[in-house]
């Protein structure tokens, strides 16, 4: 039996960016701690590479490898790229961060690119074996990354309970996966969908087992009822990490939702509608409602990312190709809009002073007019304002609503975006209209103004033309 070298060639993104993530490790081991930029430079080097072989491998064609584990198709090219864009900023923010608190340390290079390497098998998963071994090593180096700052108080403590409900969460997923294998006797998404729609299964076996598949995709978005790591983790890891953990993990559990959902379970399509249409009502309502009373800016966006699954959950109980879409579409811009939030705490935050709290936004175009002028922009985008392209996003994802008749949930979705507009105004209020409490400038390197400018004036720039990201998406979905 011999072995196809040409299926190794969808893989090649995954198996560049394994080998420099390696690379990283082994180098990092010989390097003193102010060498530690020849790190950096290289994970970034790792990820244009394998940014590089996603744009070389990629086509419109889909391809089956490994016995049906692995599928490269348009819409894990595009979910890769976005992810590999929004990572490389990451890394950006996260450098001059991480030196003020004497914390640029090889291990979180290395455990953020392991991370990226299991969303990206996730992305391309196409069997439930494949998605849970990327899962579990996007997890693993997530608890790790939430403890990384040693001497915080709150970090462990974040970690651990992160640890304990992932382990929950992960033990639930396995026991639906494997409930639903006992039903079909098959793994991969495409044996289950064809066995599914072919009947004569015992459906309460299916019911079941979709039932604890839905709870642990709701765990990993971080969706109401299963939102309680969500505020603790932002709040406790150190903000370099938060950013991390806030933005690019969407897309992979966009993936997650998508292959299990609609490539392995779309026959059950009405089964899980209504279970996803009451995580998405709850998560908005709670999402808007709850951080209304958060004083701390990360817990506030922890519980605005509660808001926004429930958006994302909106496209895809849609369950059309234009719900889909706009679903893809959502998860891409919110992970734009939370890396340049996430990123304005981080450039503002010095050693010894983390800058979490609304009040440290005081009079911040005082300081800085050019970076509140970007900060403005993303907090209009999150609340959805036009014309940036938080409010497309809302709009594609309402129009698929309502294009199935459920005009109710629309409504419902409008009426919470109004409230949770509150808080992402109060921002901008206390930017423009407060007094400094410290008016001294804020100093950030050249690489990290042109990033956090890019990153702002993108929201923009996709809000005014946002049919060329839109029929991106549509290419991907088809």
């Known amino acids: 039996m011999s072995f196809d070298y040409n299926s190794l060639i969808p893989v090649m993104p995954e198996i560049v960016l394994l080998c420099a993530a390696s690379i990283v490790l082994v180098l990092d081991l010989f390097l003193k701690d102010h060498q530690r930029i020849l790190s950096y430079s290289f994970a970034q080097l790792g990820l244009l590479a394998t940014l590089l072989a996603v744009g070389l491998t990629g086509n419109s064609d889909t391809q089956i490898v490994f016995d049906g584990s692995y599928i490269r198709d348009p819409m894990s090219d595009l979910l890769k790229i976005s992810l590999l864009i929004i990572s490389i900023g990451m890394f950006v923010y996260a450098k001059e961060f ?3 608190r004497d914390l640029f340390k090889g291990e979180f290079l290395t455990l953020s690119m392991f991370a990226i390497l299991g969303m990206m098998i996730m992305v391309s998963s196409a069997s439930f074996l494949t998605l849970y071994l990327g899962l579990e090593l996007l997890a693993l180096c997530m608890y790790a990354l939430v403890a990384f700052d040693q001497e915080s108080n709150d970090g462990p403590e974040a970690a651990m309970k992160y640890f304990v409900l992932g382990a929950l969460a992960s033990g639930i997923l396995l026991y639906g996966i494997s409930m639903i294998y006992g039903a079909t006797g098959a793994l991969d998404f495409a044996t289950v969908n064809q066995a599914i729609s072919a009947g004569g299964l015992d459906q309460i076996v299916l019911v ?4 604890f598949l839905v709870i642990g995709i709701a765990f990993k978005f ?3 009822p299963f939102h309680m790591w969500v505020p603790d983790v932002y709040h406790g890891a150190p903000t370099a990490v938060t950013m991390f953990v806030g933005s690019v993990p969407k897309i992979a559990a966009f993936a997650l939702a ?3 959902l609609v490539d392995g379970l779309g026959a059950l399509h009405t089964d899980w509608q209504g279970m996803l249409t009451i995580l998405a009502v709850l998560s908005m309502a709670i999402g808007n409602v709850i951080a209304i009373a958060q004083s701390n800016i990360k817990r506030m966006l922890a519980y605005s990312t509660i808001s926004h699954v429930g958006f994302i959950f909106l496209g895809i109980l849609a369950g059309t190709h234009e719900g889909y879409t706009a679903a893809m579409f959502y998860t891409i811009v919110y992970a734009i809009m939370a890396l340049g939030a996430f990123g304005m705490i981080a450039i503002m935050s010095n050693k ?5 709290q ?3 936004l005081k009079g911040l175009n005082q300081r800085n007019p050019w970076f509140a002028g970007m900060m403005m922009l993303l907090m209009f985008s999150m609340a959805g304002v036009p014309p940036t392209v938080g409010f497309f996003a809302k709009l594609f994802v309402l129009d698929a609503v309502i294009s199935i008749d459920m005009v109710w949930l629309a409504l419902v979705a409008v009426a919470f975006s109004v409230i949770g507009a509150f808080y992402y105004i109060r921002v901008v209020k206390i930017m423009y209209f407060d007094k400094p409490e410290d008016e001294a400038p804020f100093v950030a390197g050249t ?5 956090f400018s890019i990153n702002g004036l993108t929201v923009l720039a996709l809000g005014l033309f946002p049919t060329a990201l839109m029929s991106v998406c549509t290419t991907a979905i088809g």
Do not use: S, W
């Open 98 to 100: 991480l030196k003020r």
């Open 208 to 211: 079941f087992g979709l039932v």
């Open 222 to 224: 971080g969706a109401v």
């Open 258 to 260: 998508m292959r299990i």
């Open 352 to 356: 010894g002073f983390e800058a979490d």
């Open 358 to 360: 609304l009040d440290d």
């Open 447 to 451: 690489d990290t103004k042109i990033i």
